[in-house]
């Protein structure tokens, strides 16, 4: 292991994998797909966007991994990747509702790395991961421009990533 990152651009697996749905009994392909994360030193933010995006629009089942817990700025990178994807035509006449894009939106799990803190609420009592990312996505009080945004991303994140879940 080294400092260096070992995933550029986007990379597929050369084979499918058959996977059972476990609710419904079904067998399917999967194709796994990673791709070169946010934020790397000798790329700008339009690649890593890009990437993004490409590979948000490919997935049926999106993966989103992050290291330490869900702030601001993780929620504002998703927030800036589904803005862009508002902008994608995915049929022949007229532009897509916000329902029907996402529609078209895979379903979310937030994997999040080194992550130390107690799983419990303002009252100590215990909490799932899910339930952290839903008071992470939980409206915030105010009504300065400011929190004002920061709803937005979170109205946002819950409207187009309508299944997700967190680990």
Known sequence: TTINHCTKGLWLWKKTMKVRND????????LIMDTEGF???DENVNHDTRIF????????????????????????????II????DVK???EGDPTEDELAEAFPSFLWVIRDFV?????QNGVKISSKQYLENSLALQKGVSESIQN???IRKNLKHFFQNRDCM
């Open 23 to 30: 609710n419904s009994g079904d067998e399917f392909n999967a």
């Open 117 to 121: 803190l107690g799983m419990e609420d």
């Open 150 to 152: 920061k709803n937005r």
């Open 53 to 80: 995006l490409f590979s948000l629009l490919l997935s049926s089942y999106f993966i989103f991994n992050s290291v330490g817990n869900i702030d601001e700025n993780a929620l504002q990178s998703l927030s800036l």
């Open 83 to 86: 803005n862009l994807a508002k």
């Open 90 to 92: 995915i049929k022949n």
């Open 39 to 41: 934020g790397g030193i």
